[in-house]
């Protein structure tokens, strides 16, 4: 059974910076694109960044591009949100996503349960 946690969501003021993380368990990590999603309150979940299988391809949403990298270990089956110059309206329950194939072509297979991150202006 595939499991995906997310980790390190919190407060911060608005210019900090946080780095999220997310251990996958249940299946073969390097096999799989993973993806960042949000959704803030009141609004519907959206995409942030995506890293293909091998971590040698990135995509962002136009509204993170240059604040937001994500990276992934395949040895310790981690992907990672670095988020800097964070604002407010980056306030959000951030989702660690897997999808069912090795690039962000193929729809998403699985879920975390998410983290809260709060920016404070």
């Known amino acids: 059974q595939v499991q995906l946690v997310e980790s390190g969501g919190g407060l911060v003021q608005a210019g900090g910076s946080l780095r999220l993380s997310c251990a996958a368990s249940g299946r073969t990590f390097s096999n799989y694109a993973m993806g960042w999603f949000r959704q803030a309150p009141g609004k519907e979940r959206e995409f942030v960044a995506v890293?293909?299988?091998?971590?040698?391809?990135?995509d962002y949403a136009d509204s993170v591009k240059g604040r937001f990298t994500i990276s992934r270990d395949n040895a310790k089956n981690m992907v990672y949100l670095q988020m800097n110059s964070l604002k407010p309206e980056d306030t959000a329950v951030y989702y660690c996503?897997?999808?069912?194939?090795?690039?962000?072509?193929?729809?998403?297979?699985?879920w975390g349960k998410g983290t809260l991150v709060t920016v404070s202006s």
């Open positions: 890293i293909n299988w091998s971590g040698g391809g990135t």
């Open positions: 996503a897997q999808h069912r194939g090795r690039t962000s072509s193929a729809n998403i297979a699985y």
